[in-house]
Structure formats: structure tokens, C-alpha cells
């Protein structure tokens, strides 16, 4: 890519090159670029809300590529009220309710915070996955009073905010409403959100003004947001409010005190002028008519003197056999529950080969094998730059950052469907999967060579492939099926157990797998199988299968032989002491 400019002339230009165009022009030729992202850490920070962070991630590294000035600035909404208690949380956490997410305690007590505990996770999978942040406390910034001049030139223009929310209350697109069955429960919960935020709608017309009211502290007392706001005096700006829970009457001086923020369709905004941001995306629920970015344009020109950024929108990730990812259901996949099993060029591939408006759903089941496949073939291809498209260009973004360069990958990048394979029939064994790579015509120096791939493969192996699909394998010789073996039978497994070598490699085993019904009709190991033999290779192999792990198919028999090793096949073929 060519630095200092966009991508030169005939290069492939994709979704990220012109969302940095966009981002760019907004800043203005030479300027720093402000690429934004936000999230609430009220819940597991599932694989659809990684999107979020990924998005701007992908724009600021084409930036930097170019060598335009950026930094990607990630904001944690962690002054977010606690709505509910989830599953698994002790019920007595519903007493906090109401108050910050910081100020809830970690369940867990593993963090200092609700929020900490679910910030950590995502923070350790984005620095596995190149991406790399300015990062912000809301609690941070409102409680310094960094957003004190912000808050008051809000609350002084409250009247022409009402009249922007007011304008948009009657477009606001209800729960279901253009929206897919799968994106109606965010939507509804963004809605009500943004309800909650702005007062009770249907209060007395003379009190308007109060209930509505653009900012809302927590309550002194008990620490909740559950407020009423009844008098401002804009000379002394003291606001005067009652909480519901607890009953208390108290006054916050917006000048002096940081005990609150402002409600979200106005604290957005304030942020986009404050910080300056040129570019950040957002999903679907905050784009509909009378949602927080149309609403959000227009105040941000009005009352902050900005103009509402370059954005793309994204649509919803899913899981296969899930409903829409939404945190607050839980039980969700997180970005760690994918590195477990996907390296991390190969998640990030999964959201910069489609435009953000394409949802998608990620699977951990068979189709992982194939996307490894799909992947690796795609790395051959980028490889020649004769071949170079919009889908090489996805696989280099994924592969490299501008300040780590290329992400890890398996030094000898053995196929993935080969490590499961082999760590399906060797218990997960790393020496022995290594000892079988290598004589399936796999050479590398050490098992490290083979990382992370070996690990991700051994890891989805075990966590992924149903008990069914598993192959076990017999702790003992099955002796009723030994004790009734047909000539025919006999006969292949006398000569498979002469010829077995004691320390053979794939080849050699192989070739004595396959060869034992050629010798048993009078052929040698090399000569072409006849119509007959090929007859009789098939019910060897069910045989071996059925003696070996109790089934009529499972993986590559000379791989099974090598994994279980000769002196465990010998005596699984051999029938036990005293038997008939």
C-alpha cells in the first residue's frame, strides 16, 4: 500500500480504503484522524460487539499505512447504569441497580468492578489480535470534571435540545419495525434505553421541561440513578431531585460537582465535539429514524459546534444454532472463546473480508475445518502478487498491523484437518502428533514449530467434535469378535500383524495397510489392487475399525495405527489369553 496517500492506481480498493477516504476528508488533508469507538462493559463482550472495536481498528491501520497521523480512541461507557441482574449473578446483586457499573462489585471477585471483570477479557483477546487503543473511562472523565464546560453549555441550551428530541420522538421506529426478527431484541433494548434516558414521556406538559431534563445524577445517598429532577437554577446551577429508592431530597451543583452525566442522545454528541472524532461506526439500533446518531447529528452542530462523523453501519453477528448475539442474554461467544480455536489473522479475516453492512454468523462446528482450508488456500494466493484482488487485500489486513507486523502464525502451517485428525486418536498427545506430522510429510524442528495451529486444533477438538463424532478407542481386544473371525479374516490379520514394523513411519505403515489383501491374494505390496482386492481392502478396513475403535469408519487407518503405536494394536488384534 502506498504511504502518505490513498492506495495507488489499479491497486484493489475494499470497504477499509474508503471508509479512510471518508475519515480523512473529514479531518482535513494533513490533520490528525480521530477514529472512535464505544461499548458498555455491562455484560461478556460477545463476537457481534467485536465489531465495534475491529471496525475503526481496520480504518486507523489503513491510515497508518499511508502515513496520515490517527489514533483509534476507544471510550468504555462504564458510567452506564446496571439494569438487570443476568443469570448466574446472585440475586441480591438487584441492589445495585441504578448505580455506575463501576461501582457494582465483581460477583466473581476476581476484579475491583462489574465493569473491570468484563473489560479484562476482551482487552487481553484485542492485544492477541493486533488491535491496539487509546482507551477512556466515562467514570474517569465525568467524575475529573473533564466534561464540566460540556455539561453546563448543555444544560444552558436544554430548550433547543427538547426541541431536536421532540422533532425525532414521533420517527423513533418501534421494537420489530424494519428490523429482522433477530435484530428486534437489541432494538427494543436500545429504545428503552433511550426512553429511560430522556425522562418520562408522558408527563404533565408544565413539567416537561424538568422531566426531560439533558443530565441526571446518581443520588447521593444510595448511589442510584433513579432520580426525579425537580428544579435548576441556572444562576447558581444547583439542581434540585428526589430518588425513589431511598427517598432522599438532595441538590448537585453542576459547577462543583461530578456526581452525574449527561443522558445519552446528548452525551454522545458532546463526546464527538470534545474528542474531535472523525470516523466511528455503529450498529443498526442506533441508525434508525429518530435513533442516537440522527438525533445525535443534529445537536452536534447546533449546541458543540462539530459535525457528526464519517460512519459505516454494521450489522449483527449471529452463532450458528444461537439466536443474535445480544450480551445481555450471556452464554454468548466472546472474542476469547474464538482464539481458543481460530488464530487470530484468521478472526480477524472474518470481519475485513465482508463490508460492515453484511451480518454474518460464526460457527465452531465442522465448518471451522473448512475455514482453515478456505484460509490457507487464500495465503497461497496472496503470495503472488500477479493475483492480488479485494480478497488478497483481506488476507494481508489480517495478517500484519503497521506496529506488530505479522501476527503468529505456525512456522510449518500444517492442514488443520490433519492436526484434529491426529488429535482426535491421540488424546491430545503433542510429542505423538508432532512424531505423526512429521512422517506424514510435515518436517519441522519442534513442536513449537506447528504452534498456535497445534493448540487451537487440539483445543477444538476436545471442546467442538460431539462424543459421537469422537473416535474411542478399545481398552481391550473385543474377544467375541476375534473368537468368530472368517478364514478370509484371519488370514489379513495374520499377515498385517507379521508385516506391522515395530518403529515405522506413515509410509511404511501405509504401505502395509493397504498392501495385506494384495498379499492375501497372491500379489506383492507394489502391484496394482485388483477389482477383488479392492473388495477386500474395504472389509479389512471395516474389520480393523471395528477391532480398534468399536466403529465401521473413523480417521485415516495408517494415521490410527501410528497414533495408537504397534504394541497397543498387537494386542487389540490379538485375542486374550484363554480366549476361544
Known amino acids: ?162 426541541a431536536v428530541l421532540a422533532k425525532h420522538r414521533t420517527k423513533k421506529v418501534t421494537a420489530g419495525e424494519d428490523a429482522s426478527a433477530q435484530e428486534a431484541a437489541d432494538l427494543a433494548d436500545s429504545v428503552a434505553n433511550e426512553d429511560d434516558e430522556e425522562g418520562d414521556p408522558t408527563a404533565a406538559s408544565s413539567a416537561d421541561a424538568i422531566a426531560r431534563f439533558p443530565y441526571r445524577p446518581y443520588c447521593r445517598e444510595c448511589g442510584r440513578d433513579t432520580v426525579t429532577t425537580t428544579a435548576y437554577d441556572d444562576a447558581t446551577t444547583t439542581l434540585g431531585y428526589t430518588c425513589s429508592s431511598c427517598g432522599f431530597e438532595g441538590t448537585t451543583d453542576l459547577s462543583t460537582d461530578t456526581d452525574g452525566k449527561l443522558v445519552w442522545k446528548v452525551d454522545w454528541p458532546m463526546r464527538w465535539a470534545y474528542e474531535s472524532v472523525n470516523f466511528e461506526p455503529a450498529g443498526r439500533d442506533h441508525m434508525t429514524p429518530g435513533s442516537s446518531y440522527t438525533v445525535g447529528t443534529e445537536i452536534v452542530s447546533s449546541i458543540f459546534d462539530w459535525r457528526a462523523p464519517a460512519r459505516v453501519i454494521y450489522a ?119 512424531r505423526i506430522i512429521e512422517s506424514s510429510g510435515f518436517p519441522h524442528d519442534s513442536v513449537a514449530d506447528l504452534e498456535p495451529r497445534l493448540s487451537k486444533a487440539m483445543q477444538w477438538t476436545a471442546e467442538h467434535v460431539p462424543a459421537a463424532e469422537r473416535t474411542t478407542v478399545r481398552e481391550t481386544p473385543d474377544a467375541e469378535r476375534l473368537s468368530s473371525l472368517s478364514e478370509d479374516e484371519e488370514l489379513w490379520l495374520r499377515i498385517f500383524l507379521d508385516r506391522l514394523p515395530d518403529d515405522g513411519d506413515l509410509d511404511a505403515v501405509t504401505s502395509v495397510v493397504y498392501g495385506v489383501p494384495k498379499v492375501a491374494r497372491g500379489l506383492g505390496f507394489d502391484d496394482a489392487p485388483t477389482d477383488q482386492v479392492k473388495a477386500d481392502q474395504k472389509d479389512f478396513f471395516r474389520l480393523l475399525y471395528n477391532l480398534l475403535v468399536d466403529a465401521d469408519r473413523g480417521p485415516r487407518l495408517p494415521t490410527l495405527v501410528l497414533a495408537l503405536g504397534p504394541d497397543r494394536v498387537r494386542r487389540l488384534l490379538t485375542p486374550p489369553a484363554g480366549g476361544s
Not at 490528525?32 to 464505544?38: D, F, K, N, R
Not at 486507523?60 to 443469570?87: I, N, Q, T, Y
Not at 441492589?95 to 462489574?114: F, K, M, N, Q, Y
Request: net charge negative; hydrophobic share 40%; aromatic share 8%.
Open 1 to 162: 500500500m502506498a504511504r502518505g496517500g490513498r492506495q495507488g492506481q489499479g491497486e484493489p480498493v475494499d470497504w477499509v480504503t474508503r471508509a479512510a477516504d471518508d475519515a480523512v476528508r473529514h479531518a482535513g488533508e494533513g490533520n490528525l484522524v480521530t477514529v472512535a469507538s464505544g461499548a458498555s462493559p455491562s455484560g461478556p463482550i460477545h463476537l457481534g460487539n467485536l465489531r465495534e472495536f475491529i471496525t475503526p481498528h481496520f480504518v486507523a491501520e489503513e491510515l497508518r499505512r499511508r502515513g496520515v497521523p490517527v489514533r483509534h480512541l476507544h471510550s468504555w461507557d462504564d458510567f452506564d447504569r446496571f439494569r438487570k441482574v443476568p443469570a448466574g449473578v446472585p440475586a441480591e446483586w438487584a441492589d445495585h441497580i441504578g448505580r455506575p457499573l463501576t461501582a457494582v462489585p465483581d460477583p466473581w471477585e476476581c476484579h475491583v468492578s462489574w465493569a473491570e471483570h468484563f473489560k479484562a477479557p476482551l482487552q487481553e483477546s484485542l492485544r492477541e489480535l493486533g488491535v491496539e487503543m487509546e482507551e477512556i473511562s466515562q467514570t474517569e472523565m465525568y467524575t475529573s470534571g473533564a466534561y464540566r464546560d460540556q455539561v453546563l453549555l448543555a444544560v444552558s441550551r436544554r430548550d433547543e435540545i427538547e
Open 316 to 434: 449483527f453477528v449471529g452463532f450458528a444454532g444461537v439466536q443474535k448475539m445480544s450480551s445481555s442474554a450471556g452464554g454468548v461467544p466472546t472474542a476469547t472463546d474464538a482464539l481458543r480455536i481460530l488464530e487470530s489473522p484468521m478472526l480477524r479475516w472474518l470481519y475485513v473480508r465482508r463490508a460492515p453492512t453484511q451480518a454474518f454468523d460464526i460457527d465452531f462446528g465442522p465448518s471451522v475445518v473448512r475455514l482453515y482450508d478456505e484460509w490457507d488456500a487464500l495465503g497461497r494466493k496472496a503470495a503472488d502478487p500477479a493475483k492480488s484482488d479485494v480478497a488478497t487485500l483481506a488476507w494481508h489486513r489480517s495478517s500484519e498491523t503497521a506496529s506488530a507486523g505479522r501476527l503468529p502464525t505456525p512456522a510449518v502451517p500444517v492442514p488443520f484437518r490433519a492436526l484434529s485428525s491426529v488429535a482426535d486418536v491421540t488424546a491430545g498427545s503433542a510429542e505423538l502428533i508432532s
